[in-house]
């Protein structure tokens, strides 16, 4: 199974940036469109961001657009996601994984431990 963690989370006030870190191994990371999805209490685990595997797409969801940016480095197995202008609405645990483009769903059988993120008011 793929190994994934993730990191960079942690406790910010309304209007505060945060980037969030993911290392993947186990996987042939270069091949793969990554992502980002995150869990609210009470919700269910829904999708963030995506970037293909060079890089070169970029896709999010609506919630976050203009706010959030993707980005990755293969030669680290690595993908990033900065947050800047958080609200509440953004509080939740955040996971990586590897993406199905066509529908924006994880790709891998298994998650990493997740970094929680929490917005204050």
């Known amino acids: 199974q793929v190994q994934l963690v993730e990191s960079g989370g942690g406790l910010v006030q309304a209007g505060g940036s945060l980037r969030l870190s993911c290392v993947a191994s186990g996987r042939t990371f270069s091949e793969d469109a990554m992502g980002w999805f995150r869990q609210a209490p009470g919700k269910e685990r829904e999708f963030v961001a995506t970037?293909?595997?060079?890089?070169?797409?970029?896709y999010y969801a609506d919630s976050v657009k203009g706010r959030f940016t993707i980005s990755r480095d293969n030669a680290k197995n690595s993908v990033y996601l900065q947050m800047n202008s958080l609200t509440p609405d953004d509080t939740a645990v955040y996971y990586c994984?590897?993406?199905?483009?066509?529908?924006?769903?994880?790709?891998?059988?298994?998650w990493g431990q997740g970094t929680q993120v929490t917005v204050s008011p």
């Open positions: 994984n590897g993406v199905i483009l066509g529908n924006y769903i994880p790709k891998y059988g298994s």
């Open positions: 970037i293909g595997s060079r890089g070169g797409y970029k």
